[in-house]
């Protein structure tokens, strides 16, 4: 392999997994603070299934863009193979991400009535974590403040505001829902661009790994004295 050549894609892996990288770190963050949305009282898929796949994703890329970094820095060729092999499972399950994500948010007639009815739920079912719901989001009520009849908690009102007497106009089901949904469709944005830059990596691993190969093939033939 010349030593050009060799330059060229080892430059490429580093610059291909520092971008990667970042979209990792992204999805590690909007992971984050979804799951934080749901902490705060609200979840619109019922559990942290959403969430978690983002956060764990994300570090399992960070750790596997450092791990091509290394193996690239040192030319081996398992580590190579064994990067390339790990991208690619990752590049099926980020682009599964991004397309749950896509799904989830391109009806939104459906998604708003699914995020209202959770709202709804949890407004009838538990007040404490709704008037959280209510600070945190700067909202009032389930559709509005209409829904406690002229009678508003504190929540519905910024914090200096004791009695609550103008209450936020909008509504926690519409709060909440443009929220949340620009949550997924950057999750989702981010996994379907990341997983393509993998499968650029993977693909600049192969290269690098079939080219070490060669040399080393090369060399034992040299070293032979049987023609190969």
């Known amino acids: 392999m010349s030593w050009l050549t060799s330059l060229i894609l080892k430059l490429a892996i580093y610059i291909s997994n520092l971008i990667?990288?970042?979209?990792?770190?992204?999805?590690?963050?909007?992971g984050a603070e979804y799951i934080q949305s749901k902490n705060n009282g609200v979840s619109i898929f019922g559990d942290f299934l959403f969430g978690v796949l983002s956060v764990t994703v994300g570090t399992i890329a960070l750790v596997v863009c450092i791990f091509g970094c290394v193996s690239a820095c040192f030319e081996k060729s398992i580590f190579l193979k064994i990067y390339a092999g790990i991208l690619m499972g990752l590049f099926t399950i980020q682009l599964s991400l991004g397309i749950m994500a896509v799904t989830k948010v391109q009806n939104p007639d459906r998604f708003s009535r699914e995020v209202t009815k959770t709202v709804q739920r949890l407004f009838e079912e538990?007040?404490?974590?709704?008037?959280?719901?209510?600070?945190?989001?700067?909202?009032?009520?389930?559709?509005?403040?209409?829904d406690y009849n002229n009678t508003f908690p504190t929540s519905c009102c910024n914090s200096d505001n004791n009695p609550c007497l103008r209450p936020f106009?909008?509504?926690?089901?519409?709060?909440?829902?443009d929220v949340i949904g620009e949550?997924?469709?950057?999750?989702?944005?981010?996994?379907?661009?990341?997983?393509?830059l993998e499968l650029m990596c993977a693909f600049f691993a192969f290269t690098v790994r079939r080219k070490i190969q060669s040399v080393s093939d090369s060399d034992d033939c040299s070293e032979s004295s049987t023609t190969c």
């Open 20 to 30: 990667t990288a970042s979209g990792a770190i992204v999805l590690i963050a909007f």
């Open 126 to 146: 538990d007040r404490t974590q709704f008037y959280v719901l209510q600070q945190e989001f700067e909202c009032c009520g389930v559709n509005g403040y209409f």
């Open 169 to 177: 106009e909008t509504g926690c089901a519409t709060a909440f829902r």
């Open 183 to 196: 949550y997924i469709k950057t999750i989702g944005f981010v996994a379907i661009v990341f997983a393509a």
